[in-house]
Structures are given as C-alpha cells and as structure tokens.
C-alpha cells in the first residue's frame, strides 16, 4: 500500500520559518512529481509549490522568494522550507504524490497543521 506522511508542522511568531517533511513509501518516488499543497481556514485548497521528477520547481506569487521546495529521492522524501511566515500562511499543508501514466495515479497525506500567530 501507498503511504504519504506529512511531518514538521507547528505554531510560530510571524517572520518565523518551519521546515515541513513528507516521505512517501509504496511508490518508486524518483518517477513522482511532489507538491505542497495548503488549505486555510474558509478557504479551498491551493498548490503552494511543486518539483517534478526531473527537479523543475514552481511556486505560487505568494510564496516565491520565502518558501523553498527540495527533494531526496535517496530518502523518498520531499522538503518544503518556509521562511518569514506570515499569519496568512496559516492552514493544512498537504503532500501529494503525482505521476501521469495511462492514467493518473494521485497520492495524499495527511496533512500537518501550520499556524503563524503572535
């Protein structure tokens, strides 16, 4: 079975920074983009930054220039750096696993919550 285990999420003071980690196992992980994905209080949920298995990186506006993805496949994990948190950064970080085939075969965690408040 395929698991996704998110880890590394916590309560900081704005322009704080957290480091969530998310290893996923079941999978070849080295042929799977990753993503961090958020979903905040009253809000739907948004892709915050991606790598693919070849290592290209996006980010959504909001986050470019604080938060940095980065990947181990070594470790089957996948990294997400934030810096200078804000309290609008608040939610559910999520990982996801993805890799398009015949069809799409699309993995979850579970989720880790991230509060930024002073």
């Known amino acids: 079975q395929v698991q996704v285990v998110e880890s590394g999420g916590g309560l900081v003071q704005p322009g704080g920074s957290l480091r969530l980690s998310c290893t996923a196992s079941?999978?070849?992980?080295?042929?799977?983009?990753m993503g961090w994905y958020r979903q905040g209080p009253g809000k739907q949920r948004e892709l915050v930054a991606s790598?693919?298995?070849?290592?290209?990186?996006n980010y959504t506006d909001s986050v470019k220039g604080r938060f940095t993805i980065s990947r181990d496949n070594a470790k089957s994990t996948v990294y997400l750096q934030m810096n200078s948190l804000r309290p609008e950064d608040t939610a559910v970080y999520y990982c996801?696993?993805?890799?398009?085939?015949?069809?799409?075969?699309?993995?979850w965690g579970q989720g880790t919550q991230v509060t930024v408040s002073s």
């Open positions: 079941g999978i070849t992980f080295r042929w799977y983009a």
């Open positions: 790598i693919t298995s070849g290592g290209s990186i």
């Open positions: 996801n696993a993805n890799r398009r085939t015949v069809l799409t075969q699309d993995y």
